[in-house]
């Protein structure tokens, strides 16, 4: 049962434009979410996270919204860059465990 | 910088093979863990660890074991290696539970 879901397992841009990557999850113990980056054969690094208490968060080019009521969460990148191509996953915890539950990620494609 | 370091970035093992993948962090962080990457699946927690000798099962621990001696090194052990194992593995520790996780670079592990 997958309990983050990324339901577009990809998405391509024009460069200078906005990407947005959706994550939706079905958990609503969940209250704390992230979204990592992943480039071919390297390990996934932290881009932003945004706790259940706020629904938007905010840091240079990559905005974070979440909508609680519709659980449902997304990654806004602007302006998008060549380098911004890579697979994104979120993941989510939960109050009651300890596990950082991930989603099964979008590639993004940001073309000149 | 924290950094989270796997001991190979690729191997090759048999079937039936007793296989060991180890991870050390260096930045004192309590938690470690290990999942597996698969492609549709997203990043799978297999086991992890919140204090030296302490270990949790994540989603999908069957066919794993873990060790934890020491606070900077994780160990990832295949028992018995199946063909099913052949994924990309991923160490990552955390200062705190339900905070970012700092990931290592990945073991590609194929079991022939």
């Known amino acids: 049962d997958q309990q983050v879901k990324q339901n577009s397992p990809s998405l391509s841009v024009q460069e200078g434009r906005i990407s947005i990557l959706n994550c939706d999850y079905t958990?609503?113990?969940?209250?704390?979410f992230l979204w990592y980056k992943k480039y071919p054969a390297e390990g996934p690094t932290f881009l932003i996270s945004i706790s259940s208490i706020k629904d938007k968060n905010e840091d240079g080019r990559f905005t974070v919204f979440l909508n609680k009521s519709a659980k449902h969460l997304s990654l806004h990148i602007v302006p998008s860059q060549p380098g911004d191509s890579a697979v994104y996953f979120c993941?989510?915890?939960?109050?009651?465990?300890?596990?950082?539950?991930f989603g099964t990620g979008t590639r993004l494609q940001v073309f000149p | 910088d924290v950094k989270v370091t796997q001991s190979s970035r690729y191997l090759v093992k048999r079937t039936g093979e007793k296989v060991f993948l180890e991870c050390v962090q260096d930045?004192?962080?309590?938690?470690m863990f290990w999942y597996r990457q698969d492609p549709g699946l997203g990043l799978r927690l297999i086991y992890f660890s919140y204090d030296v000798k302490m270990k949790e099962k994540g989603d999908i621990p069957e066919g794993y074991s873990v060790s934890r001696e020491k606070k900077e090194r994780f160990s990832l052990i295949l028992e018995s290696a199946s063909t099913n194992q052949t994924s990309m593995y991923l160490c990552?520790?955390?200062?705190?539970?339900?905070?970012?996780?700092?990931f290592g670079q990945g073991t590609r592990l194929t079991v022939v």
């Open positions: 930045m004192d962080h309590e938690n």
């Open positions: 990552a520790s955390s200062l705190k539970l339900r905070t970012e996780a700092f």
């Open positions: 958990n609503s113990m969940f209250d704390y």
């Open positions: 993941a989510a915890s939960a109050r009651n465990t300890d596990k950082l539950i």
